[in-house]
């Protein structure tokens, strides 16, 4: 669908004319112009991608050039000593059970501060910015402190607890806005059919959620996949470790070596940009909207 | 989504089971991961074939995020069992009461060189079973140097001018100089004068840098190894010593880059990469002068849960054959006198200097230095290398204050 | 009105969650800020001697300058890079899914891999970008763009508004969705100009769209300080040394928690005071259009 195409009603009052020849070539131009500078902007991706499957010797000689074979060493080496599949699926379950504590933790707490506007809701909102507003590098010891008096230190609960609490204050940041935005006759019909509180929130509110939900599990993906510090932290067991661990623990960080960093990088973003490609349209469409009501 | 979070959960408990029966020696360490194996998982291995009821979990945590990860655990009473540490965590750890005295009456411990000896062991305890001694030196890319006519690795300033004229004068960029770390490596190998000064005199604030004269002739000599045409001071600092330099020599696109030995293994695996291991020139020796690091040792917390267990993991490492094989992975020397000679050929011109008694002991390693004039080090060796020619004062000063501020 | 107080009991597990990992965290982080604690062992009380030191310094200052300068940098480019990508997919349907997935890539990369692909990419020597330019013929631009203290942090800033112009233009594109078809239609009847279009009728109507994403970036960009650390430490000689970078040495590099601590609450404090004063221009501003 081109530009001139989207609305008819410009292109009724020509029937074969230059000002449409003109119209299209134009639209041909800007369509080539953004895709171009989308491009540019993966440009250090491809780069990323074409230096994993480069020989040492090719990186050395030709740092730029495309590779002459793809050379899949680099990916052998790299698959047979990071335990990736074990830690992908690791990092996948955390990634959805945080993502269920962050919503429903979230939503709950938005409902009231969304419909009840006074002094104890701003009070909440305001403890709740303090968590948005706080560098984590700062809290790192209490919180192993508080994980071991809770006996949740190496605890797949205690990791998921954590990176909830990280991303629940957004949560209700999002959810606040996004309920305030919902017509309040929608509660009070079921409030007359003498639901409670709770029935009102499940049936009435919840279903609404799925644009804000949909934005916010992103964002809780791409940050559960990306931290290391916690895991680091909170897991000592080998067999829970996450995939950014195994990167990390792969490349190491003296020496780095482009042909254990690049292919390490590309699998540990990899199921990540994957599972994006997949729900994009789920995730993206009717999405940041959440945000922005 | 559940039955995948279900799915995990029982491979690890699956997983878990099969071990219960024995004890779970919890060993961190920054060393033993892919880039940098220094043989632990042969000698994991080979530990546990000896001690069938342990079995070795290794962590691998980087030293920069032991800092982050470690104390928590320490200060928790949650540590792991066995964990590597440098004198700086020595120092900070055991003063604090965290790391066991593994006792002077160890076997091992009269076997230590006396310099090394000393560094470690703090109020009658030695807290700490260190590992290895490990270079710091000049990379040299032979067949770049004989490109330019010259066929040995230079170790007196005079020749290592000489070398960075032959190469640029054949187009070859002669040497890296990152302020991060490589200049450093100059810089404390002109300064310090094996024979005269000790380091701890000016860590102790007891001599200013300002006015002295090897440090005031140390920065000189960099603006001289500019003059040679050794480098473009301001390129030095875009480059990152731990990734970006070793890469340009890693590719052959330098003939010389100031590094420490543990590079060694890895710059072997890069074919055709033909190179020594040399001592940094300096202007109090010959020999040039090498740059030995104490490098880290095991320790064992306070409240280690399988203090047995790591005791025999302390003691399996206090085996000569065993250390001599994480030594030769890591391309170091032993602490201990008598040791079997584990370093490759081509680190022989270090080994010279070495054996000629042309050393000294790199002080913030000995924490002679205090760590914060480190971070200074860094920064204000860069600050100089960009103003290559403001007054020595305002670089020195700079250390000055931060020795000061650390009193 | 009791039944509608009873509905606070639904804050519960998130305020348990928040008060047990953040408030507790920053009530021992504020303790901590009056001792000389080292990171592990006894702390002794030293009173407010911490934040003597920060304010009587001009080193710390000038770092809490730069911070907030480096935020207004990105923050600002990411608004106009994320507007322009946004208004320009939003009028051109065909290709909006596939450039808004694509442009939001860099933003799920780890912070740590985008930082070691970009040193690689601007290291003077054979770094990708400068090795680019001589292949195009360009040596003549070829920088230091690490290594150069005035253009340090803008190669930083440039990395990181790399990074999220695709998060900003996702919430833009959000914000054109919700813009009533008709308004765009009549725009177009009266014969505006696409740009046009986009000053008087588009910009005006995005107004939240704006306020989301201003206040996301820039809480999330002074808080940085994963790129900054791996790209150039806080180098060269301080020259991207933001406040976070100084706090993390101090933690890690000199073990000085207890003055760590002080600097954090300070920047706790700017962070907050931005977020707030933000929010009030930005809603203003919204409420008066």
Redesign the interface.
């Known amino acids: 669908m081109s530009l001139s195409d989207a609305h008819p009603a410009t292109r009724a009052r020509a029937g074969f004319d230059w000002d449409l020849i003109r119209r299209r070539g134009k639209s041909i131009l800007v369509h080539g112009i953004v895709l171009g500078l989308v491009a540019i902007m993966l440009l250090p991706l491809v780069y990323m991608v074409m230096m994993s499957f480069k020989t040492?010797?090719e990186?050395?000689?030709d740092?730029l050039g495309l590779p002459d074979s793809l050379y899949w060493g680099n990916y052998m080496q790299a698959l047979a000593?990071?335990g990736y599949v074990?830690s992908v699926?690791?990092s996948?379950?955390i990634t959805?059970?945080v993502i269920v504590v962050v919503v429903f933790a979230g939503a709950m707490a938005a409902y009231p501060l969304a419909r009840l506007e006074n002094r104890i809701s701003r009070v909440i909102v305001m403890v709740m910015a303090l968590g948005l507003a706080t560098p984590n590098?700062v809290t790192?010891?209490p919180?192993?402190?508080i994980f071991?008096d809770l006996g949740l230190?190496d605890s797949?609960l205690g990791i998921v607890l954590a990176f909830a609490a990280l991303k629940l204050p957004l949560a209700v940041f999002f959810y606040t806005s996004f309920i305030a935005a919902i017509p309040i006759e929608l509660e009070e019909a079921a409030r007359l059919d003498n639901c409670n509180n709770w029935q009102i929130f499940w049936h009435v509110i919840r279903p609404l959620l799925a644009p804000v939900t949909a934005t916010l599990s992103l964002f809780v993906m791409i940050m559960v996949w990306n931290d290391f510090?916690y895991p680091?932290?909170l897991l000592?067991?080998?067999?829970?470790l996450t995939v950014m661990i195994a990167v990390?623990?792969?490349?190491?960080?003296?020496?780095?070596?482009?042909t254990?960093l690049f292919p390490a990088a590309v699998l540990g973003s990899l199921p990540l940009l994957l599972m994006f490609a997949v729900f994009q349209r789920k995730i993206m469409a009717g999405a940041t909207a959440g945000a922005v009501k | 989504?559940?039955r995948?979070?279900t799915?995990?959960?029982t491979?690890?408990l699956l997983?878990?089971s099969t071990a219960a029966a024995q004890t779970t020696l919890?060993v961190v360490a920054w060393k033993g991961?892919?880039?940098?194996p220094a043989g632990l998982p042969e000698l994991i291995e080979k530990f546990e074939a000896q001690n069938p009821d342990i079995k070795v979990?290794l962590?691998?945590?980087?030293?920069?995020?032991v800092?982050?990860?470690i104390?928590?655990?320490?200060?928790?009473?949650?540590p792991?069992d066995v964990t590597m540490v440098d004198s700086a965590l020595v120092d900070?750890?055991g003063?604090?009461?965290?790391l066991t005295d593994l006792g002077t009456d160890s076997p091992w411990y009269d076997r230590m060189i006396p310099a090394v000896r000393e560094v470690m062991t703090s109020d009658g305890e030695i807290r700490v079973y260190p590992l290895e001694v490990i270079g710091m030196g000049n990379f040299v890319n032979m067949d770049l140097l004989a490109k330019a006519g010259i066929d040995t690795a230079p170790v007196t300033i005079d020749e290592l001018k000489a070398a960075c004229q032959a190469l640029s004068a054949e187009g070859i960029?002669p040497m890296i100089f990152a302020?991060?770390f490589p200049a450093m490596l100059f810089v404390g190998a002109n300064g310090i004068d094996p024979d005269g000064i000790s380091p701890s005199e000016y860590g102790l604030g007891e001599r200013s840098f300002v006015g002295d004269e090897n440090f005031n002739a140390a920065l000189d000599g960099v603006r001289d190894l500019v003059a040679a045409d050794c480098f473009d001071p301001?390129?030095?600092?875009?480059?990152?010593p731990?990734?970006?330099a070793?890469?340009?020599f890693?590719?052959?696109?330098?003939a010389i880059l100031p590094?420490g030995a543990?590079?060694i293994g890895?710059f072997s695996s890069?074919?055709?990469l033909n190179f020594q291991f040399a001592p940094m020139p300096s202007l109090h020796t010959e020999h040039g002068l090498a740059l030995d690091l104490v490098g880290p040792g095991w320790a064992i917390p306070r409240d280690a849960e399988n203090l047995e267990a790591a005791r025999k993991w302390v003691d399996f490492f206090a085996d000569e054959e065993n250390l001599s094989v994480f030594l030769t992975a890591e391309g170091a020397y032993s602490p201990y006198t008598g040791g079997v000679s584990t370093m490759p050929d081509l680190a022989a011109p270090y080994t010279e200097a070495r054996d000629a008694g042309s050393l000294i002991l790199w002080p913030f390693s000995t924490l002679e230095f205090p760590?914060?004039l480190?971070?200074e080090w860094?920064?204000?060796i860069?600050?100089f290398l960009?103003n290559i020619d403001e007054p020595n004062e305002k670089t020195l000063q700079r250390w000055d204050d931060t020795v000061e501020d650390n009193l | 009105m009791r039944a509608r107080h009873s509905l606070y009991w639904f804050t519960l597990p998130a305020l348990l969650v928040i008060g047990l990992f953040f408030i507790h965290p920053i009530i021992l982080t504020f303790d901590m800020s009056l001792t000389n604690f080292?990171?592990?062992?006894?702390a002794k009380d030293v009173g407010w001697s911490n934040y003597e030191r920060i304010f009587s310094r001009d080193r710390y200052l000038q770092e809490i300058w730069l911070t907030l300068w480096y935020t207004v940098v990105v923050v600002s480019a990411l608004t106009v890079t994320g507007l322009f990508f946004a208004a320009m997919l939003h009028r051109l349907p065909l290709i909006r899914n596939f450039s808004r997935a694509a442009l939001y890539t860099p933003a799920m990369m780890s912070f740590v891999v985008v930082g070691?692909v970009w040193?690689?990419l601007?290291?003077?020597?054979?770094?990708g970008i400068n090795v680019a330019l001589r292949d195009l013929g360009l040596g003549a631009f070829e920088q230091?763009?690490?290594?150069?203290?005035a253009l340090a942090l803008y190669s930083v800033a440039f990395t990181q508004i790399w990074m999220f112009t695709g998060f900003t233009c996702a919430i833009f594109l959000a914000g054109f969705a919700g813009i009533p078809e008709e308004i765009g239609e009549a725009g177009r009847l009266e014969g505006a100009t696409s740009w046009q279009r986009f000053r008087y009728l588009e910009l005006p109507l995005l107004g939240p769209s704006i306020t989301v994403s201003v206040m996301l970036t820039t809480i999330g960009t002074l808080k940085t300080f994963e790129l900054p650390f791996i790209?150039t430490?806080?180098?060269?000689?301080?020259a991207t040394r933001l406040l976070s970078i100084d706090i993390i040495?101090n933690?890690?590099?000199?073990?000085k928690f207890g003055f760590a601590s002080a600097l954090s609450i300070v920047m706790l404090l700017i962070v907050l005071g931005v977020a707030f004063l933000q929010n009030k221009v930005l809603r203003d501003r919204e409420n008066a259009s």
């Open positions: 040492s010797t990186i050395a000689q740092p000593s990071m074990r699926l690791n996948m379950g959805i059970s590098f790192i010891t919180i192993y402190v071991r230190l797949y510090i680091l932290l000592t067991d080998k067999d829970k990390y623990k792969f490349v190491g960080n003296t020496g780095i070596d482009p254990k | 989504m559940i995948s979070l799915a995990a959960t491979i690890a997983l878990a919890d991961n892919e880039a940098e979990e962590t691998f945590v980087a030293r920069k995020d800092d982050k990860v104390p928590p655990r320490l200060q928790g009473g949650n792991p900070l750890w003063g604090a009461g965290f960029a302020g991060g301001k390129l030095q600092a875009g480059l990152d731990w990734a970006t070793p890469q340009e890693r590719s052959g696109n330098v590094q543990w590079n890895n890069v074919e055709g760590k914060p480190q971070t860094e920064d204000s860069t600050g960009l | 080292k990171g592990i062992g006894e070691y040193q690689f601007y290291s003077p020597l054979n770094g230091n763009w690490l290594g150069d203290p790209l430490k806080g180098g060269p000689d301080g040495d933690l890690f590099g000199q073990y």
